[in-house]
């Protein structure tokens, strides 16, 4: 029965009864997107409220169609015209789309254009130029943008929170410098895999960037001591997570000072850090006791059994460590898990390619660990499916036990952690 339709005989219409304030109440307790899609299919009032309350929109479409979205869709704060990366033929969004995009969406606080490799500095200009209230941009894997454009969009979207540029590669210090002046309200900046981003760059990012919750510089192999040393006292209370995955420059000063100034800290990425000894890392353990939760430290060949015991037996909360490839770690690392009381939190451990581990250490790791969801032990000699259950291991009935497949493989239900 449409909107129109009358209750029964001598009822009153809906559409008279109901005002646009109680419809809009009605719609903002249908939170799944195909109930409120089919709140927008009884009728066009009910369409145009729907129309006009919807926030979020992800599309792929040409310039026409963008306009059309605009008109019927007036109140959009999020708008995605990401492209797959698997579509790697297809450039997905253009300059002349962000020109719409621009001039139709003009409430925009979040957008995101992931892989979309026909976007170049001009269409940059143009989101710089007339959308002042943006405040995330993610321009990850856009090869074509280089440091003008983007300082376009700085200049323009003074209030950014999140900037996310991986796989910029044309991107140098120069945009962190102007980030530092113009954006100095920035949270979260995600710039994994832009090679040309040296020391001087993160230390002009602290410059003026001092709220900075998270930093992710993986892959940035120029990237050192002295620029993380820096960041980490400017951003001491405020930095929740760092990544720095296979910056094989960062070592042992960039840990004592994340120790020593950032007790807030709950994600760290440093595997293929390899210059990162147990000194530091207890030192983090123990300054950061009462809130690291996510611990990735694989390819770290210097740590030990001493750093994952004062890692275990320090850090309440930690729900995931990767010591990958770490094969100095020992079953030692795993005794007297459950000392005094104490019960792991821990869902998430990767020893794979911890080559001393026995099946022993793994016990060790279960009968401690109760809320043990993910357990990779690939490349592990001594730790097979066939060892565990000749010496009877029960795994918890929630554990996934990863025992085979190639390293480089990546579980999405692990990426959540790290």
């Not at 807030?264 to 210059?275: F, K, M, P």
């Not at 009462?290 to 890692?311: G, Q």
């Not at 279960?366 to 490349?379: F, G, K």
Request: glycine content about 8%.
């Amino acid at each position: 029965m449409s909107a129109a339709s009358s209750s029964g005989a001598g009822g009153a219409l809906i559409n008279d009864v109901l005002t646009d304030d109680v419809l809009r109440a009605v719609l903002a307790r249908l939170v799944p997107e195909a109930e409120r899609d089919a709140f927008g299919l009884v009728c066009r009032r009910w369409l145009r409220i729907q129309s006009s309350d919807r926030r979020r929109l992800r599309a792929r479409a040409g310039p026409a169609m963008l306009r059309r979205l605009a008109a019927r869709f007036p109140g959009i704060l999020e708008l995605d015209l990401s492209q797959s990366p698997s579509r790697s033929f297809y450039p997905g969004v253009i300059d002349d789309d962000l020109d719409v995009v621009a001039g139709g969406f003009r409430n925009l606080r979040v957008l995101a254009l992931q892989n979309c490799k026909g976007v170049t500095d001009v269409g940059m200009a143009k989101i710089g130029d007339r959308l002042p209230s943006l405040q995330s941009i993610d321009v990850s894997h856009c090869r074509k943008l280089s440091d003008k454009g983007l300082k376009a969009v700085l200049l323009g979207c003074q209030n950014l929170r999140q900037l996310v540029i991986a796989g910029c590669r044309l991107i140098t210090d120069n945009l962190l410098i102007a980030l530092s002046k113009s954006c100095i309200h920035l949270e979260d900046l995600v710039a994994a895999g832009c090679n040309n981003i040296t020391d001087a760059g993160i230390s002009g990012l602290a410059d003026g960037c001092h709220k900075m919750k998270s930093l992710d510089m993986s892959k940035c192999n120029k990237v050192g001591d002295p620029g993380v040393c820096k960041f980490a006292e400017v951003s001491s209370s405020s930095l929740v997570s760092l990544k720095l995955l296979d910056c094989n420059k960062v070592g042992d000063k960039s840990i004592h000072a994340l120790a020593k100034f950032c007790h807030n800290l709950e994600t760290l990425v440093i595997g293929g850090c390899r210059d990162v000894t147990d000194a530091s890392i207890e030192a983090l353990a123990f300054a950061c006791c009462s809130r690291l939760k996510c611990l990735r430290m694989d390819w770290c060949l210097k740590i030990t059994d001493s750093s994952l015991r004062s890692l275990l037996s320090n850090c309440k909360l930690l729900v995931a460590i990767d010591v990958g490839c770490c094969d100095q770690i020992t079953d030692a690392a795993f005794q007297d898990m459950d000392a005094n009381g104490f019960q792991s939190a821990l869902r998430l451990l990767k020893i794979s390619s911890c080559v001393r581990i026995t099946v022993a250490g793994v016990r060790n790791v279960i009968e401690s660990c109760m809320a043990l969801e993910h357990l990779d032990v690939r490349s592990c000699p001594q730790v097979t499916r066939q060892s565990c259950e000749q010496a009877g291991l029960q795994f918890p009935g929630s554990c996934k036990v990863n025992f085979e497949g190639s390293l480089s493989e990546s579980d999405p239900s692990v990426a959540i952690f790290f």
